[in-house]
């Protein structure tokens, strides 16, 4: 197997589109045998028989809405991922807030698979195409809590895109400075956010910043895997 490599002639985002993995899969299905792979199926449960020392698991298949009868394995590799359930902090007055507060997994950065292919550099760098969710936010003043790769593309999207944030503030609880090359004048690191208020926020050395119309959570996901009895 190969890697996919059209990912490194791009200036992209430090986590992969999301339709590269597919194009890999594809790529890879050509050199197994046809029934090898089973697409659209979701996987219900996965229990281990310890009498018979294997493992059950039950699906649905998704084209034609049947379940199906239980298969069973030696061996199960769970690479699911665990980017589904948000991980999401309690900050006092959030329930006050007027503006809108939504977690990154919502902050979905979606390319097309036919345009992304004939974008330049500087246009996947900038162009609104590639940051399809910067127009939401479009004059905008945003808070973007977190200080991992969510949170440095989200900022950098929505500060580069063409018709982009008018403010955004990075909160994070790192002591020095995450050091990411931001967007002048747009893009500012501010500390651990601290609590709401109907139009603002505070954050925990007694700044606050007013005026605030979104607060984006890159706050990561929770382990949650319901289907996996075991």
């Known amino acids: 197997m190969t890697t996919c490599k059209?990912?490194?002639t791009w200036k992209s985002p430090s986590i992969k589109i999301n339709f590269l993995p597919l194009l890999?899969?594809?790529r890879w299905r050509k050199y197994v045998s046809k029934d090898a792979i089973k697409f659209n199926t979701l996987a219900k449960s996965v229990e281990f028989d310890e009498s018979a020392k294997v493992f059950r698991v039950r699906c649905h298949d998704l084209k034609t809405d049947v379940a199906l009868d239980p298969v069973e394995f030696d061996?199960?590799?769970c690479c699911s991922g665990h980017?589904?359930?948000?991980?999401?902090?309690?900050h006092d007055g959030a329930e006050h807030f007027e503006g809108r507060i939504l977690h990154s997994r919502d902050y979905r950065r979606v390319c097309e698979v036919g345009g992304a292919w004939n974008l330049s550099q500087a246009e996947l760098a900038n162009s609104s195409v590639y940051c399809r969710n910067a127009g939401e936010f479009r004059g905008l003043r945003v808070v973007v809590v977190g200080a991992s790769?969510?949170?440095e593309d989200i900022s950098c999207q929505l500060g580069r895109a063409v018709g982009g944030a008018r403010k955004v503030f990075v909160s994070h609880r790192r002591p020095t400075p995450i050091g990411h090359n931001w967007p002048p004048g747009i893009v500012e690191e501010r500390p651990e956010l601290k609590s709401f208020s109907a139009a603002g926020v505070e954050f925990v050395?007694?700044?606050?910043?007013?005026?605030?119309d979104a607060v984006?959570?890159?706050?990561g996901y929770?382990?949650?895997y319901p289907f996996m009895q075991v």
Do not use: K, N
């Open 6 to 8: 059209v990912h490194d």
């Open 24 to 26: 890999y899969i594809a």
């Open 75 to 77: 061996s199960v590799l």
């Open 83 to 90: 980017f589904s359930c948000p991980q999401l902090p309690s």
């Open 149 to 151: 790769f969510s949170a």
């Open 205 to 212: 050395d007694g700044t606050r910043e007013e005026a605030i």
């Open 216 to 219: 984006v959570l890159a706050t």
């Open 222 to 224: 929770v382990h949650h």
